[in-house]
């Protein structure tokens, strides 16, 4: 049959500035939340994760805010850099179940 | 942190042969695997999960007799794709969770495999 493929959402920002990418999740269970960075042709790489108990969690340059009640996430990064460009996927789990569903995906395009 | 790898890094196949991909965890035991495809600009779908010493758990719409998988030993997961057809053509990923590592279900990734399907 025929196939549609899906284009990814983009973001494209100037080196230097913060980048905000968002993410709806699915499943009102889910209790732990991941964010990964995939370079192309690469797998994913884990950049930071944050609980269900918590509603922000920061790392070097990079900060996740959980908003439980439109289940909501999304990913902070300051002072982009170009190798911060590549597709981002937020991931949703259950710690009881162990299993993780991946969101759709963002390109993110650091313009130099 | 863990690492998991995936040989082959990529593999080209002629249409109606079979094709096997090895995910191995380096240093550490992985009681459960994850098996995902990711088709191009799109996002990665779990396809099955991998059990030491049991039956793999497949998602919903993937046929298990055509992704065999076998998880022999605590650092070794392998998925076999029968009798490809073009359109398995794809970007095959698989994880593992080190039960060591807390009580978090943070997953490490393979690098991943392009399967080329002719």
């Known amino acids: 049959g025929e196939s549609v493929g899906l284009h990814l959402p983009t973001l494209s920002v100037q080196e230097g500035d913060n980048s905000i990418i968002n993410c709806a999740y699915s499943?009102?269970?889910?209790?732990?939340f991941i964010w990964y960075k995939q370079e192309s042709g690469k797998g994913p790489q884990f950049i930071i994760d944050?609980?269900?108990?918590?509603d922000k969690r920061q790392g070097q340059r990079v900060t996740v805010l959980l908003n439980k009640t439109v289940k909501h996430l999304s990913l902070q990064i300051a002072a982009t850099q170009p190798g911060d460009s590549a597709v981002y996927f937020c991931?949703?789990?259950?710690?009881?179940?162990?299993?993780?569903?991946f969101g759709a995906g963002t390109r993110l395009f650091v313009k130099a | 942190g863990a690492v998991v790898s995936q040989h082959p890094s990529r593999v080209i196949c002629k249409s109606g042969t079979s094709v096997k991909i090895e995910c191995r965890s380096l240093d550490f035991q992985a009681t459960t695997m994850f098996w995902y495809r990711q088709f191009p600009k799109q996002s990665l779908m779990l396809m099955a999960t991998s059990n030491e010493g049991s039956k793999a758990t497949y998602e919903q719409g993937v046929e298990k007799d055509k992704f065999l998988i076998n998880h022999a030993s605590l650092t070794l997961s392998t998925l076999t794709v029968t009798s490809a057809h073009p359109e398995d053509s794809s970007f095959y990923i698989c994880?593992?969770?080190?039960?060591?590592?807390?009580?978090?279900?943070?997953?490490?990734f393979g690098p991943g495999t392009r399967l080329t399907v002719l």
């Open positions: 991931a949703e789990t259950n710690t009881g179940g162990f299993k993780t569903i």
């Open positions: 994880s593992a969770r080190d039960p060591l590592a807390g009580d978090n279900n943070e997953q490490f």
């Open positions: 499943n009102s269970a889910s209790d732990y």
């Open positions: 944050i609980r269900s108990n918590m």
